[in-house]
């Protein structure tokens, strides 16, 4: 089998690869126990993923298919090899996890990224900086900095806008029931691009999204525990 | 085949149903094709449902089986009736669902209720106002004219934290995808209540989800679209 390629943000070291999309596609990946190699990606080199149309990553490369986006690389994954373990369960699933991958966008990232945004700035390579912090201080209309500022208490806010993840975790060990489906990697993604770039303390330990998080961590012999980050 | 009976909510208008609970059991009925005999019912009337063991509507009375709560309604009535059409639509959809059941729970119930529930108390019977007023104005901390202030103002925030729907919708027709499932019955179990009961106006006429009611209401021979409330 030609191993599959993907394209993954990093960050000033090649290693730290950090970006909550690429996190959802290397899950998904090992859930089809299929092989890839993660290459690393920095923000302004455009040219390089060009073939995808688009400047964005992930980017999936396997044999002739180039895929972008993490929603369509799933996809892609599900149909291309469907005799692999399924990401989304069956039935009506990959419809059902769609909800999901919305309210990660709309909740869970943007509230995460106001937070743990100035630690990416400091891991970013430096050829990276400048772009980062102008497009996304032009998006959340403020600086980095103050994003920030006063974490501590903003986090409140958004530990609360998790519950509908906490009453879920509280009736089952994973999204997807007893054993985690694509909606788990969509969101855990979002907790591992945080452990990645942040030390800053995002979950109580007591809090059912810290074990289950815990438990996403030790997944496919600990793929997303062992690499390079903060201790979660 | 005996009737099932599934004790409502009503007002003082006895046909008046309104409880987005009920709604999601009513809608998870006519999806499984099977009759049932909806019995008004109202919040002071505990000793007619104390043989489930708690005092909340939704109560399903099938045989000699009795079930209460939303959600256990739901798995009974896939468990008990396998043939019918799936509310959970296979796989891992049951799982997947929980997930919807609880950002309804957190979010959308919680910020409809303070927006609607001036218009509850009005249409309750004489004998529930009190103990309606009470409890809420308990549980909120607020009393309900306070909630209802400026609401024209508040709904904004509202549809903002409808935006993972918004973003689903745009992408397929139901949360289920090409057909409803009970995910779509636990949400628009939220949006019937108000409608049941409120002549405010939530939804504009251009959102996705304005579209998704309305198809919806128009589920089942109009089951819902055909029961006493405002137009939508």
């Known amino acids: ?27 998904a990946l090992a859930h089809k126990g299929l092989e890839v190699e993660g290459v690393p990606w ?14 964005a990553v992930p980017v999936l490369v ?12 799933a996809e892609y994954l599900e149909h291309a090899y469907p005799d692999r ?50 497009a996304r201080e032009a998006r959340f209309g403020q600086s980095l900095e103050a994003m920030a500022e006063g974490r501590e208490e903003k986090v409140k806010g958004l530990r609360q806008s998790m519950q509908p993840m906490r009453a879920t975790l509280e009736a089952q060990p994973y999204f997807g029931g007893a054993a ?18 942040s030390p800053f303390r995002l979950l109580e330990e007591s809090d059912p999204v ?11 012999g600990g793929l997303a525990g062992s690499a390079k980050g903060y201790p979660a």
């Open 1 to 27: 089998m030609t191993a599959i390629t993907l394209f993954e943000l990093a960050g000033a070291e090649p290693d730290r690869r950090f970006s909550p999309y690429c996190w959802r596609s290397r899950m």
């Open 42 to 55: 920095r923000f302004v080199e455009k040219e390089r993923i060009a073939m995808s149309g688009q400047g």
């Open 62 to 73: 396997d044999g002739g298919k180039v895929v972008h986006d993490s929603w369509n690389i």
């Open 85 to 134: 373990p399924s990401l989304f369960g069956g039935g009506h699933g990959r419809e059902l996890s769609r909800f999901y991958n919305n309210w990660a966008a709309s909740v869970l990232l943007p509230g995460l990224f106001r937070l743990i945004a100035i630690d990416i700035v400091r891991h970013l390579h430096e050829g990276d900086r400048d772009y980062f912090r102008k």
């Open 180 to 197: 985690p489906l694509y909606a788990d990697y969509i969101l855990f993604g979002a907790f591992q691009w945080a452990r990645c770039i």
């Open 210 to 220: 810290h074990a289950w998080r815990g438990r996403m961590l030790l997944l496919f």
